[in-house]
C-alpha cells in the first residue's frame, strides 16, 4: 500500500479530504526538496567521523578540521609578551678568590661573577689554573690562569717574573693579584703582556679586610679593588660588600678573598646575605 493512499484515508475520515497534503517518500529518507540545513551536516559527508560522531580538533588545535573557525570560536591566544628589560643603576663583575667551598651566586641580572676555584666548563673540568711563588699549581689543566700573588716585599722581583710566565705558559686570560704592604703598597707586573687583569688586595694580612683602602683609593688604576671577606661576621660582611660596590663605577670590577682556615664559609644565609648587597647596589 502506498504511503499516499495511507496518508489520504486517514486524512479523508477526518477531514474528509486529502488536497494540498505534502507527498512523504515511501523509503522516509527526507522532504524532497528541502535545502540542507548548514547546521547538521550530512553524516557521510566531511565534518563526522564514523559512526556519526563529530571528529574533534586536537585540544590545542585552535580550528576544526576543515580550517574555517566557527563564528562562536573564541580568539586565538596572543603570545606571553616578553619579559620586561632588566633595569640597573650599574653593572659590576664580580671575582671571587675564595679556598674554601662556596655556592654558585644567583644574581639580578646586573651583575656577574667569576669563582677562579670552583668555576667548571660543560665538560667538568676547571676553568682557571691557579699559580703561586712556590711554583705550585691548582686545576693546572684550567684554560685561563691566575697568579696569586706578587708580593712587593716578600717575593724576589726576577723569581716571580718567571713564575707568572711559567703561569701563562699554557695559554688563555691571565690575571694577577697584588699584596698589599704598607709603604710599599703593590708590584704590578706583566711579563710578555701575558696578564690582562689586575686586582689590588686591599688586606695587609688574613685578618684584615681592607686596611690598604686609603692608598688604593689614591691610585686607583693600579687595579681592581679586592677585599677580604674571611673573619667578619655576615652582618659586617654585607654593609662592606655594598660599600665596595658602591665606590666603584658602571662596567668595573670588584674582588673578594676568602682564605682557607676561614670560620664562615660563603654559603646559605651568608651567601644571601651578599647577594642582597650586590642586588642593592646595582639597582
Given at each position: 500500500m502506498s504511503g499516499r493512499f495511507v496518508f489520504c484515508l486517514g486524512l479523508a475520515l477526518v477531514?474528509?479530504?486529502c488536497e494540498g497534503a505534502d507527498i512523504i517518500d515511501d523509503d522516509l529518507g527526507g522532504m524532497e526538496g528541502d535545502p540542507a540545513d548548514p547546521n547538521f551536516p550530512d553524516p557521510d559527508g566531511p565534518g563526522l567521523a564514523d559512526g556519526g560522531v563529530a571528529a574533534m580538533a586536537p585540544v590545542d588545535a585552535g580550528l576544526p578540521n576543515d580550517g574555517a573557525a566557527p563564528a562562536d570560536a573564541a580568539p586565538s591566544r596572543p603570545p606571553p609578551p616578553p619579559p620586561a628589560p632588566v633595569v640597573c643603576s650599574k653593572r659590576v663583575h664580580v671575582l671571587f678568590a675564595v679556598?674554601?667551598?662556596m655556592g654558585k651566586p644567583v644574581d639580578n641580572g646586573c651583575w656577574n661573577t667569576v669563582r677562579t676555584l670552583q668555576d667548571k666548563d660543560p665538560q667538568g673540568e676547571f676553568k682557571w689554573r691557579v699559580c703561586g711563588y712556590s711554583g705550585g699549581v691548582k686545576h693546572p689543566t684550567g684554560t685561563n690562569f691566575v697568579y696569586d700573588d706578587t708580593n712587593p716585599f716578600a717575593h724576589n722581583l726576577s723569581t716571580e717574573r718567571s713564575r707568572i710566565l711559567a703561569c701563562a705558559a699554557d695559554g688563555g686570560q691571565g690575571i694577577e693579584y697584588m699584596a698589599y704592604h704598607p709603604g710599599l703598597n703593590w708590584r704590578r707586573l706583566n711579563p710578555?703582556?701575558?696578564?690582562?687583569?689586575?686586582?689590588?688586595?686591599?688586606?695587609?694580612?688574613?685578618?684584615?679586610?681592607?686596611?690598604g683602602y686609603g692608598a688604593w683609593n689614591a691610585n686607583r688604576s693600579i687595579g681592581a679593588p679586592m677585599i677580604n671577606l674571611g673573619h667578619i661576621n655576615t652582618t659586617e660582611m654585607k654593609q662592606?660588600?655594598?660599600?665596595?660596590?658602591?665606590t666603584i663605577g658602571n662596567n668595573h670590577w670588584i674582588g673578594f678573598y676568602q682564605?682557607?682556615?676561614?670560620?664562615?664559609?660563603?654559603?646559605?644565609a651568608r651567601l644571601a646575605a651578599f647577594e642582597q648587597a650586590m642586588n642593592a647596589c646595582t639597582r
Open positions: 477531514l474528509g479530504g679556598y674554601t667551598y710578555a703582556n701575558k696578564v690582562s687583569r689586575y686586582f689590588a688586595e686591599l688586606y695587609s694580612s688574613e685578618y684584615t679586610v681592607q686596611d662592606r660588600v655594598r660599600s665596595l660596590c658602591n682564605t682557607s682556615t676561614s670560620p664562615y664559609p660563603l654559603v646559605g
